[in-house]
């Protein structure tokens, strides 16, 4: 009902107004373009290191005694998020607090199924353990590796985690191995975002009006992503639609015809359908930069959350926040990495986020 | 005064710093603080500077020393923060602070890394002892048990579920294992769920808690940990246990298998955590001493890298000429300072052994130079007052000088009470004496800073307040009655029955003997018993509040001819500065002349005729005023002419500038009137001109910028500046009726703050004084204590705190709004000492 949304714009302050206030903060941070020119100058990380300085980022780099390498930089990047973030989940109450949570279990599904492949390639798990996203740490993390099927998975380890409820579709007795925990992967994100996507329709309001799309096309995403990666494996039609998130605008007509495309041109003619997924699968103009179907991807979804930051009394700030933030993480990392290869030629292939601010 | 009036007069010089002494001359500059330096590359991005590598040097000196300072933190070593103020070292001396620094932090670190092995030592061996001395009572109480129960009793799981028959479970029996170590308590339940669920109650957990509070060796936090042991059966399950006390961070120890060894390992634990206490102690000792004696140096260290950085950050700034011999810095600098500045580069030259001398050259300039007012300790509060609404712009006037006087007058009249007057007075002068005590001056408490920043305003504000709390007879709402009051009550003649049957009487002032003559300063104490005192005071307050209201506005408009005549704009004295102080004077200024012929003309004995101003201010306007008693013959005739003459100010402000300027625009090209001003633009063009071939020459790389810094001649928009002066004019004639109003609070917030105090006095020291017994002594004590709390938190702070936002609002809108543009830049010179002193600030800590 309209007259229940807007009493809750009303009083959204009393609880979130803080914190909204402070990733709004937050947000003025975000390197700007000037700041991106100014680091694709840079002849070593050193530099890099210097401009950082000036930056919001402070004196995040030079704070450590070691040499300056591209994964140090990655590392602090990424402690530097999650501090942000365990100020924000802190502080927040519910149901923000729920929501914020919810970022989190991407993270914990990607941990789970990297330990799990690591274990199959009999990696220690005190190797293992560091390359795990802090965001998506919990407790029984360590012990993933003993799990050998996804049912006992489920009903030794992870019963207790957040990451239950969205087992309901991916329990089997299969061994699992480097495809079982791909699908198992797929399946639990597919649990995810449906569940997050009914959690923030819950919510309604402005919250909704936001978090809708971007997950929508989060889940299209995923969809196009698993259909494209399925080429020439012995996946059936059947198994990919069952990996395919339902909540996105591809549902259910795009998602059928998507388990039944057999190779590239197939899934152009299905994105054609769709307006702003025909923008990404479309040839590059001649002239310009060739990009990567992910950074296409990952360019629309910076569009995507930026737009979160033009309303107010919402939650989708957060998300779209660490979105962004990790993008210009990785922009960041591509740089350094460009920096230390010296690939200049290569070196503006970043995203930019909020390019008109200065 | 000059320079308090207007600001310093600025001058861009140019530095020619010879390249061996360059640093000299900018510590030398630094300790000095006459100076701003400009960016001459600003193009160039911050890394690819040319000292960029001894700035990263001193980054890392600055790390070095934050990890110093954190260590010594630890360690509860207190710092020697004296007052040294060593320069910045030499640059062939960096090196030897550096290596001293390394070689700290080498040492520090082995050190430290040594004592968290030890101690990450100690905790292992005493968790061993914890766990052998709790497991042993698990064991004892299995033994116990053992008589009474089957051996396997423990399994009836594997009981009830197997069809092994007994000397099965004594072959599985011959792999029983042990796995026993320390948990954390929080997590001891997650962990007992999860071996069961893992290992399907092949296991069994006992365990107890830890009485002491064990140091968790990653956070230093105190934790309280528990002990377990889990009895499994089989390799495979084994192996899972062992991974799931990995995963829960245990701390694992070998399990004893027999009594005798447990005892064994028992005593040799003992020995060995002996031993490591007094190596821990003997660590923990020499740590100690390589704190304190890098604690003694480090603030001098921290002070000089602070400097060097801030020298290379400015030697980033400046320029090469050609030669590379010299560097070019541009600064802007007050002129009367440039001698200061000559003799601080030679002292710099001599200092570094140079050969040849580093000069200041002045170069003109177009750029609007930022703004420097000098203050000391007395004006820099107003002066602060001042530029928080915006810092002036060049030469312009300043309002801080009058608003020294202004201010705390304005303030006063609005919070006058002699009482509270003098505990304000009193408390500043209090700061005021103990201005150099360092325990005042340093503390981080922002809100005692506000204070304290602005003492010398609170004294001016008390004192003042002790002047009108005498004008208006009030102390803490009472009146005194210093020279006796000029009215008799005895000269009425009321008798017996009058006093007793009238609550009220009056008195007469035309009876002879009631009114001897005034007081001889401010308002007669008899008011104080008189029922309309207030009706009298607020007539009296409010005439007061629109009089000093127009004359600090008339003020503001005088002020602003001061900048005409300084900016040669004469003709704004005509069109602009006459209109508008006409317009003031004739409509307000006339209401002010009213007021006071008022009192003037009328006195107690034909007040009855008085007329009511307020009815003929209007007439003035409606030009009627037929049916009123005039107040002064000719009053209709200088009434209709001053209304006449307001009006016509209007048009005159309005057209007046932008007719004029386009006059000027646009004729002197056809009349040739204004040669001579051509002549000099063209003049100080070919001048620019030369400049840029000069730079040219030397191949210096601002020549980009002083092309930049150059006006385009000036576009003469005449709509411009028709609705820019339209928009003025508008502002200014509601302004002057909406201003005077604005006044009026000063008249709301005394009247406001003497009823606050009143009321106070009636309702808590009264109720205390009623009291006429013994005891009402006794009582009087927590009432007065009551009084002066409220007192002084509502009446001083609250009510001064208002009082001031209104003050301050009165300045800063209806004052200056008449005459300050406050569009300047600040001057911010380089100086050490406004380098951040203590560590905290600079992210060191």
């Known amino acids: 009902a309209p007259g229940f949304s807007s009493e809750k714009q009303l009083t959204f302050n009393v609880d979130h107004g803080y914190l909204e206030g402070l990733v709004r903060g937050m947000k003025a941070g975000i390197l700007t373009s000037t700041d991106y020119h100014n680091l694709a100058q840079c002849d070593t990380l050193e530099d890099m290191k210097l401009h950082l300085q000036s930056t919001d980022y402070g004196k995040l780099l030079s704070s450590s005694e070691e040499d300056l390498t591209v994964s140090l930089v990655d590392s602090k990047l990424r402690a530097n998020l999650v501090t942000e973030f365990s100020c924000l989940r802190s502080n927040a109450l519910p149901p923000l607090s729920t929501f914020l949570d919810y970022i989190t279990y991407s993270y914990m599904i990607d941990n789970v199924v990297m330990l799990i492949t690591g274990a199959l390639k009999q990696r220690d798990v005190a190797e293992l353990l560091p390359r795990c996203h802090p965001l998506g740490a919990f407790d029984q993390m360590a012990a993933v590796g003993i799990a050998r099927t996804p049912t006992e998975l489920y009903s030794a380890i992870l019963v207790d985690t957040p990451l239950a409820p969205f087992f309901q579709d991916a329990v089997s007795e299969s061994n699992l191995d480097e495809m079982e925990a791909e699908i198992l992967r797929n399946k639990l994100y597919k649990a995810y975002i449906e569940s997050f996507h009914s959690f923030c329709k819950n919510i309604g309001g402005v919250t909704a009006d936001i978090m809708c799309p971007v997950l929508e096309f989060e889940a299209d995403r995923r969809t196009f992503i698993i259909t494209v990666n399925s080429f020439g494996t012995e996946l059936s039609g059947a198994d990919k639609s069952a990996l395919y998130p339902s909540c996105g605008k591809l549902y259910p007509e795009g998602l059928r015809l998507l388990a039944k495309a057999e190779d590239h041109e197939q899934v152009k003619a299905v994105a054609n359908c769709y307006p702003e997924y025909k923008l990404i699968f479309d040839d590059p103009e001649p002239g310009a930069d060739f990009k990567t179907l992910e950074d296409r991807f990952f360019e629309q979804e910076v569009k995507l959350n930026m737009l979160a930051f033009l309303q107010q009394f919402h939650f989708g700030v957060f998300y779209s926040y660490v979105k962004l933030k990790e993008q210009e993480s990785r922009n960041i990392v591509w740089i350094a990495e460009c920096v230390t290869q010296r690939q200049k030629s290569k070196i503006h292939n970043y995203i930019p986020i909020f390019p008109g601010t200065h | ?845």
């Open chain 2, 1 to 845: 005064m000059s320079s308090l009036l207007r600001g310093e007069e600025m001058c861009l010089a140019q530095l020619f710093l010879q390249s061996g002494s360059a640093y000299d001359c900018i510590s030398e500059l630094g300790e000095l603080g006459l100076v701003e330096f400009r960016d001459l590359n600003p193009s160039v991005t911050a890394f690819q500077r040319k000292h960029v590598n001894e700035i990263k040097k001193c980054e890392e000196m600055e790390r070095i020393l934050g990890y110093l300072l954190r260590e010594v933190k630890k360690a509860d070593i207190s710092l020697p923060e004296r007052d040294v103020n060593p320069v910045a070292p030499l640059p062939k001396h960096v090196m030897a602070i550096m290596e001293q620094l390394q070689r700290l932090e080498v040492e520090l670190g082995e050190v430290t890394r040594n004592k968290e092995k030890l101690q990450r030592n100690l905790l292992e061996l005493t968790e061993y002892t914890h766990m052998l001395r709790i497991t042993r009572k698990f064991v004892q109480r299995t033994a116990e048990r053992e008589p009474l129960q089957v051996q396997y009793e423990e399994f009836p799981f594997l009981e009830k579920e197997t069809m092994m028959d007994y000397s099965s479970m004594q072959r599985l029996g011959a792999k029983l294992g042990f796995i026993s170590g320390l948990i954390q308590r929080v997590k001891i339940e997650a962990f007992e769920r999860m071996l069961w669920r893992v290992c399907k109650g092949y296991t069994i957990l006992s365990y107890a808690e830890v009485e002491e509070y064990l140091e968790n060796p990653d956070t230093g936090e105190p934790t309280k940990c528990v002990v377990f042991l889990i009895s499994y059966w089989g390799d495979q399950i084994g192996q899972k246990v062992k991974k799931i006390c990995d995963c829960y961070h245990c701390h694992v120890y070998p399990y004893p298998s027999s009594n005798e060894e447990r005892n064994d390992v028992v005593e040799g634990l003992r020995t060995r955590i002996q031993d490591l206490h007094t190596v821990l102690n003997r660590t923990e000792d020499y740590l100690r001493q390589v704190l304190i004696k890098a604690s003694e140096s480090v603030y001098t260290w921290v002070i000089q890298v602070k400097k060097m950085k801030a020298i290379y950050y400015i030697l980033n700034l400046c320029s090469f000429d050609v030669t590379n011999k010299c560097l070019i810095a541009e600064v802007w600098c007050p002129v009367n300072d440039i001698p200061t500045l000559r003799r601080a580069l030679e002292e710099g030259s001599r200092k570094s052994g140079a050969t040849v001398p580093s000069f200041v050259n002045r170069i003109p300039t177009s750029d609007t130079p930022p703004t420097l007012i000098k203050t000391n300790k007395f004006t820099s509060g107003f002066q602060n007052i001042v530029d928080a609404y915006g810092v002036g712009s060049y030469r312009e006037v300043n309002p801080a000088p009058f608003t020294i006087i202004t201010f705390p007058f304005l303030f006063a009249v609005m919070f006058g009470d002699l009482g509270h007057g003098v505990i304000m007075a009193v408390f500043a002068a209090w700061m005021v004496l103990c201005e150099n005590n360092r325990k005042l001056k340093n503390t981080r408490n922002e809100i005692w800073n506000t204070f304290f920043e602005g003492r010398y305003i609170i004294l001016m504000m008390g004192l003042f307040s002790i002047y009108t709390g005498l004008i208006y007879n009030d102390c803490f709402s009472k009146s005194l009655n210093i020279f006796g009051s000029g009215w008799s009550v005895k000269a009425m003649g009321w008798t017996k029955e009058q006093w007793e049957n009238n609550r009220f009487l009056t008195l007469d002032p035309n009876v002879t003997g009631v009114f001897k003559g005034p007081y001889p300063l401010g308002i007669d104490p008899i008011w104080n018993l008189a029922s309309n005192r207030l009706t009298f005071l607020n007539s009296y307050k409010m005439k007061m509040s629109v009089i000093l209201g127009i004359i600090h506005m008339s003020f503001g408009v005088i002020l602003s001819t001061y900048n005409y005549l300084h900016f040669r704009k004469k003709y704004n004295l005509y069109l602009v500065f006459l209109p508008e102080l006409l317009f003031l004077l004739c409509l307000f200024g006339y209401l002010v002349f009213m007021i006071l012929y008022k009192w003037l003309a009328f006195s107690a004995k034909d007040s009855r005729h008085a007329p009511s101003i307020l009815i003929h201010f209007i007439n003035m306007f409606l030009m009627q005023g037929d049916g009123l008693q005039p107040l002064y013959p000719g009053q209709t005739g200088l009434q209709i002419f001053l209304v006449v003459i307001a009006v016509l100010s209007v048009p005159v402000l309005l057209l007046g500038k932008p007719v004029y300027l386009y006059w000027l625009h646009n004729g002197s090209h056809r009349l040739g009137l204004y040669r001579g001003y051509e002549r000099v633009r063209r003049n100080s063009e070919e001048e620019l001109y030369l400049m840029r071939a000069h730079d040219m020459e030397e191949g210096s790389s601002h020549s980009d910028l002083s092309s930049s810094g150059e006006n385009p001649t000036e576009e003469f928009d005449f709509a411009d500046e028709l609705l820019h002066q339209a928009i003025h004019t508008i502002e200014y004639c509601l302004g002057c009726v909406s201003n005077t109003a604005s006044y009026l609070r000063l008249w709301a917030l005394s009247l406001a703050h003497a009823q606050l105090s009143e009321v106070l006095w009636a309702m808590v020291m009264r109720v205390g004084l009623r009291m006429d017994s013994t005891l009402g002594v006794l009582f009087l004590v927590p009432v007065f204590g009551l009084f002066a709390v409220l007192t002084v938190s509502i009446l001083l702070v609250m009510e001064g705190l208002s009082a001031f936002l209104h003050a301050l609002r009165l300045h800063w809108v209806e004052f200056q709004n008449k005459f300050y543009g406050g569009t300047g830049v600040k001057f911010c010179p380089f100086a050490f000492s406004l380098l951040p002193s203590s560590f905290e600030h600079d992210g060191l800590l």
